[in-house]
T-cell receptor, first 114, second 116 residues
Framework: AQSVAQPEDQVNVAEGNPLTVKCTYS??????LFWYVQYPNRGLQFLLK??????LVKGSYGFEAEFNKSQTSFHLKKPSALVSDSALYFC????????????FGKGTSLLVTP | GAGVSQSPSNKVTEKGKDVELRCDPI?????LYWYRQSLGQGLEFLIY????????KSGLPSDRFSAERTGGSVSTLTIQRTQQEDSAVYLC??????????????FGPGTRLTVL
């Protein structure tokens, strides 16, 4: 079984400040972890992934995420938030050994204020 | 095309009618997925196609739901005798094959289905 928890329904941050969106996961095999962003009335856009290698992964639009095996976390970060980053963010996991379908968290709404 | 395309973008139907939703994946992607996004249930996996293999239908919520993929490309999701609880956004995604080392899935814009 696999699952993802995004403990915050909403994250508020001022423009220019660093942001963190939290994600913890549970998976029986090797974790493949992903972050997606969804703008209103749009599909999901792929931001970044972790499958192996360096724990810090960099993705689109200046986002990065840190894989922490001991804490089973994969938090999304950005050093300086933009108003245009305001959107819904989803963390997802699949079992790298045997899975293919993504199991998504419930999403975190990020609001960046000017 | 450059990305995954889906049609129609919006579909309003009456309870009991059948609907067909179409997905055109990224060229060269052998894997295709259908998900459903609703307020109450979040994002749920429905069905997975990989090449010419038999699809994994384990996520389909009832036998009113079916999907096919013709020629390893375009896919159609069919919902028969629609119910109000079928109202949701249906998302299609595609990816390279399992051995590609590129497991990320790319999503289409979705079809918003409203059952009256």
């Amino acid at each position: 079984a696999q699952s993802v928890a995004q403990p915050e329904d909403q994250v508020n941050v001022a423009e220019g400040n660093p942001l963190t969106v939290k994600c913890t996961y549970s998976v029986s095999g090797n974790p493949y972890l992903f972050w997606y962003v969804q703008y209103p009335n749009r599909g999901l856009q792929f931001l970044l992934k972790y499958i192996t290698g360096d724990n810090l992964v960099k993705g689109s639009y200046g986002f990065e995420a840190e894989f922490n095996k001991s804490q089973t976390s994969f938090h999304l970060k950005k050093p300086s938030a933009l108003v245009s980053d305001s959107a819904l963010y989803f963390c997802a996991v699949r079992d790298g050994n045997s899975g293919y379908a993504l199991n998504f968290g419930k999403g975190t709404s990020l609001l960046v204020t000017p | 095309g450059a990305g995954v395309s889906q049609s129609p973008s919006n579909k309003v139907t009456e309870k009991g009618k059948d609907v067909e939703l179409r997905c055109d994946p990224i060229s060269g992607h052998t894997a295709l997925y259908w998900y459903r996004q609703s307020l109450g249930q979040g994002l749920e996996f429905l069905i997975y196609f990989q090449g010419n293999s038999a699809p994994d239908k384990s996520g389909l919520p009832s036998d009113r739901f079916s999907a096919e993929r013709t020629g390893g490309s375009v896919s159609t999701l069919t919902i028969q005798r629609t119910q109000q609880e079928d109202s949701a956004v249906y998302l299609c995604a595609s990816s390279l094959g399992r051995t590609s080392g590129r497991p990320e899935q790319f999503f289409g814009p979705g079809t918003r289905l409203t059952v009256l």
